[in-house]
């Protein structure tokens, strides 16, 4: 059974910067991974995705300020998210890229002045 342990996320400003990691129990290498995100009263919805090889996807409204990114050997997935808005609040997981393994408790992200 995989787990996932996010971490990272906290109350910022608008316009501040958060990096969250995400450790994984088993095996990532050549998996597609993915940071996905909950708001309240919302569907979960992907916001980003990574590729065995390192390729990235972002949801449009996180293009230019979110960037993912992985490490193999640690078995770790990360995001930068940088010039946050308050529309980024959100619980936020990761998971491969189908969503197929077990859900982590997340780390909440929330952006208030």
């Known amino acids: 059974q995989v787990q996932l342990v996010e971490s990272g996320g906290g109350l910022v400003q608008p316009g501040g910067s958060l990096r969250l990691s995400c450790t994984v129990s088993?095996?990532?290498?050549?998996?597609?991974m993915a940071w996905y995100r909950q708001a309240p009263g919302k569907q979960r919805e992907l916001v980003a995705r990574i590729t065995a090889g390192g390729t990235t996807n972002y949801l449009d409204s996180v293009k230019g300020r979110f960037t993912i990114s992985r490490d193999n050997v640690k078995g770790a997935v990360y995001m930068q998210m940088d010039s946050l808005k308050p529309e980024d609040t959100a619980v936020y997981y990761c998971?491969?890229?189908?969503?197929?393994?077990?859900w982590g408790q997340g780390t909440q992200v929330t952006v208030s002045s």
């Open positions: 998971n491969n890229y189908r969503g197929t393994w077990s």
């Open positions: 088993g095996t990532i290498f050549g998996i597609y």
